[in-house]
């Protein structure tokens, strides 16, 4: 079936560190795979997308490939800041089907 | 433009009372709508989604119930709501082709 997993969290990093948070799936066929940011007390926001093999998506810093070979999409961010603090979510959506999978999530936190 | 509202807020109920939660999309026509839940600490849960009008899709069978009377209009109910029930309430929906959900701004509810 189709899966996503997530490091487990919390992230703890101080202010200007590099940030990587690792999401790996399972799926059939092609998925698109999507980075989704909560911030305390609100819904989810899409924070970046991918959807097909060695795409990079890119918003505000943060950055993922999508790795067909190591089935990987890894989210980066080479200086996070505290307002950078909130939920961040991994999730696909499988090959003809418009149904997201999402992760755990990784709580991340980061300190002045 | 196109914007997804979702209400209330927040909510607490006692155990055995009924919920009602709804969400509306403005600016678009026969969209995809998606109920999710998130419980405390947990990912998030696919409850139902529909396609259309009276179409909907349970993915899990729970004490929950969910309704489209109208086509941009998608209810979550309950006719009597157990403590287990409490979390944070998000519908989403999917805009264009692009992939990816858009998500109302939740309910969070908590069930005493």
Sequence with gaps: GNSVTQMEGPVTLSEEAFLTINCTYTATGYPSLFWYVQYPGE?????????????????????ATYRKETT?????KGSVQVSDSAVYFCALS??????????TGTRLLVSP | ???????????????????????????????NLYWYRQAA??????????VGIGQISSEVPQNLSASRPQDRQF????KKLLLSDSGF?????????????????????TVV
Excluded: M
């Excluded at chain 1, 990987?72 to 980066?76: G, K, N, T």
């Excluded at chain 2, 209810?75 to 309950?78: A, E, F, G, K, P």
């Excluded at chain 2, 309430?89 to 509810?109: D, E, K, V």
């Design chain 1, 43 to 63: 819904g989810l926001q899409l924070l970046l997308k991918a959807t097909k093999a060695d795409d990079k998506g890119s918003n505000k810093g943060f950055e």
């Design chain 1, 72 to 76: 990987s999409f890894h989210l980066e």
């Design chain 1, 94 to 103: 499988p090959t003809g089907f418009q149904k997201l999978v999402f992760g």
């Design chain 2, 1 to 31: 433009s196109q914007t997804i509202h979702q209400w209330p807020a927040t909510l607490v109920q006692p155990v055995g009372s009924p919920l009602s939660l709804e969400c509306t999309v403005e600016g678009t026509s026969n969209p």
């Design chain 2, 41 to 50: 600490g947990r990912g998030l849960q696919l409850l139902f989604y529909s």
């Design chain 2, 75 to 78: 209810i979550l109910s309950s």
């Design chain 2, 89 to 109: 309430y998000l519908c989403a929906w999917i805009p264009g082709t692009a992939g990816g959900y858009t998500f109302g701004s939740g309910t969070r509810l």
